[in-house]
């Protein structure tokens, strides 16, 4: 789960007892309005609609959970992204 924060994604995952935990690191940075997430199938991406500047923030994600930022941070989107689907297993390497 993740909580949104101006321009901050907060990173958690379910610890002991199904408790939320913060992630390292425990915030990332993404476009304004930051809104709807998608995680990839093999869960190696995620990906971050932000409808204040009509782009898509884009992270790696390691064995660990950890989340890098990807090249290039952001892509254009269009129009106020407001659903997401990450790519079908197929299209991804």
């Known amino acids: 789960m993740a909580s949104v924060r101006a321009a901050s994604t907060t990173a ?4 002991a007892g199904g408790v939320l935990a913060l992630k390292s690191p425990a915030t990332v940075t993404t476009g304004n309005l930051a809104g709807p997430i998608a995680v990839s199938p093999n869960g190696k991406s ?3 609609g932000n409808a204040g500047d009509d782009t898509i923030s884009q992270f790696s994600v390691d064995a660990g959970g950890k989340l ?7 892509v254009p989107a269009g129009d106020f992204p407001a659903d ?6 197929s299209h991804l390497r």
């Open 12 to 15: 958690t995952g379910a610890g």
């Open 46 to 48: 995620v990906y971050i």
């Open 68 to 74: 890098s930022v990807k090249s290039p941070a952001t």
């Open 84 to 89: 997401l689907s990450a790519p079908h297993r």
